[in-house]
T-cell receptor
Framework: DVKVTQSSRYLVKRTGEKVFLECVQD?????MFWYRQDPGLGLRLIYF???????EKGDIPEGYSVSREKKERFSLILESASTNQTSMYLC????????????FGSGTRLTVV | DQQVKQNSPSLSVQEGRISILNCDYT??????FLWYKKYPAEGPTFLIS?????DKNEDGRFTVFLNKSAKHLSLHIVPSQPGDSAVYFC???????????FGTGTSLTVIP
């Protein structure tokens, strides 16, 4: 089974801090994604990557950046955390043709105080 | 603009009865659809899929129906079990190599 591992389940950070969320997948998937999940808003795509060193903006990229230096690792960076970035963050990966959709990690619950 | 919509935020059903979760989409280019199930503090997991060449796909207690003319799909769970209590997301893509767009989710509660 494909595994997508997010490094932290829960994080509490202060406003203005730089925050790194790490995601690693172990099945050589080409595609990786970062979503945030908020009540009433569902899953919203922040950034995605189709290959190493490639990145594409999703629907809500403002305040975020990403890094993909290796195929298996996709990092989400909050440049200067704000309280409106308090959310559940979900990483996902897939093959280039995602017949069975994405495989998601367990999520990181980030609270910015 | 939300291209995939789940208009019912929540649904309660008695154990053993049928659960019907609905999803509407606006983009006529969408041709591949998925349902995901999500428990609290876990990531979504794939449940069932359907492509636009079909109007029905069945997997055990789960059946997805697609009405392309109405741009509507539904997930039927029969019989519903307490373990089915979760948030269900539908997702759609234009081609199996392209980005999925997710609905806002429906929280299903199955009452024992």
């Amino acid at each position: 089974d494909v595994k997508v591992t997010q490094s932290s389940r829960y994080l509490v950070k202060r406003t203005g801090e730089k925050v790194f969320l790490e995601c690693v997948q172990d099945m050589d998937h080409e595609n990786m994604f970062w979503y945030r999940q908020d009540p009433g808003l569902g899953l919203r795509l922040i950034y995605f990557s189709y290959d190493v060193k490639m990145k594409e903006k999703g629907d809500i990229p403002e305040g975020y950046s990403v890094s993909r230096e290796k195929k298996e690792r996709f990092s989400l960076i909050l440049e200067s955390a704000s309280t409106n970035q308090t959310s559940m963050y979900l990483c996902a990966s897939s093959l280039s043709t995602h017949i069975r959709g994405y495989t998601f990690g367990s999520g990181t619950r980030l609270t910015v105080v | 603009d939300q291209q995939v919509k789940q208009n019912s935020p929540s649904l309660s059903v008695q154990e053993g009865r049928i659960s019907i979760l609905n999803c509407d989409y606006t983009n006529s280019m969408f041709d591949y659809f998925l349902w995901y199930k999500k428990y609290p503090a876990e990531g979504p997991t794939f449940l069932i899929s359907i492509s636009s060449i079909k109007d029905k796909n069945e997997d055990g207690r789960f059946t997805v129906f697609l009405n392309k003319s109405a741009k509507h799909l539904s997930l039927h769970i029969v019989p519903s079990q307490p373990g089915d209590s979760a948030v269900y997301f539908c997702a759609a893509s234009a081609g199996t190599g392209n980005q999925f767009y997710f609905g806002t989710g429906t929280s299903l509660t199955v009452i024992p």
